[in-house]
Structures are given as C-alpha cells and as structure tokens.
C-alpha cells in the first residue's frame, strides 16, 4: 500500500465529516443557549436530570462528556442558582443524588425547545427514512467502536 492510500483524506473521511459535524451542531446549539444563559454542557445536565432525576455527579460527567471536577461546577452553580437540588449529605457513601427543581424543569424546557430547534434545522434536508437511516448508522458506528474499545488490553 502507498503512503498516499494510507492517508486519511479530509473530504473522504468519515472520522472528519462526524466531527465537521459535531463542531457545527455544537456551534449551532451553543447559539441558542447563550441567549438562555447556557452552555451545552448546562443543557445536557439540565436534560439528564429531566430524563434520569437522582443523577450523580460522575454519571452526569460521563453522561454530558466532562470531568467529575467539572460536573461538580456546574452543580454547584445550579443549586446556587435554584436549578438543582442535591441532599447536603449523602444518603450511602459519596453519591449525592441532584434533582430539578421547578425552575430547573422550566429552563430547560425552554433551552430543549431552543436546541429542537437546531435539530430540526439540521435534518430539514433530510426525509424520514434518510433520518431514521442515519440513526442507525450512528448507533452502529458507535457499538463498533466501543465494542472494539473493550477488545484492547490497556
């Protein structure tokens, strides 16, 4: 094989059109939440919590891609400012589960509809099957790389 095969070329990639993607998708949501005075980091917190209530902060971490130390953060921000509440002392060891509080539930469903709206920007060139094929293929790209993740010794 040349060295010219082995090379990864930009407008042929998929690794770089996914991340293209993500920066735009990211820069675009990052749009709409400023206004809100979020980060998509904030929102995707917000939007756990909704989802799974009594989150901990190191799965909120996993779940948002940030650090334990940074969920932290952010936590502590939204308790400051009444979003979230979490038990001032743990329950069973260190996991101090954090739930939405009313305000909490409203910001984010107003920052959720701001952030529909850029996905519904983003596949309104796209039909329903071209949607639902995509989905898949994104599932699948990413069980192929986790599955191959958890083959690698470390």
């Known amino acids: ?20 993607a993500s920066s735009a998708l990211r820069a675009s949501m990052e749009a709409v939440l400023r206004p809100l005075g979020m980060t998509v980091t904030h929102y995707s917190c917000l939007e ?11 799965e909120l971490a996993r779940g948002t ?21 979490r038990p001032a002392e743990a329950a069973v060891g260190k996991v101090l589960p954090a739930q939405l509080t009313p305000l909490g539930q409203r910001r984010r469903e107003q920052a959720s509809a701001a ?24 599932r699948s790209m990413i069980h192929s790389l986790r599955d191959s993740d958890d083959a690698v010794p470390r």
């Open 65 to 85: 891609f940030v650090t334990r130390q940074s969920m932290n953060v952010l936590l502590q921000s939204l308790e400051r400012d009444g979003s979230v509440t």
């Open 48 to 58: 756990l919590l909704a989802q799974r209530p009594g989150l901990s902060n190191s």
């Open 1 to 20: 094989m040349s060295q010219d095969e082995e090379r990864i070329h930009l407008e042929t990639s998929l690794g770089y059109l996914l991340k293209e």
């Open 115 to 138: 952030v529909r709206s850029v996905e519904v920007r983003m596949l309104s060139g796209m039909s329903d099957r071209e949607t639902s094929a995509a989905r898949s293929m994104l």
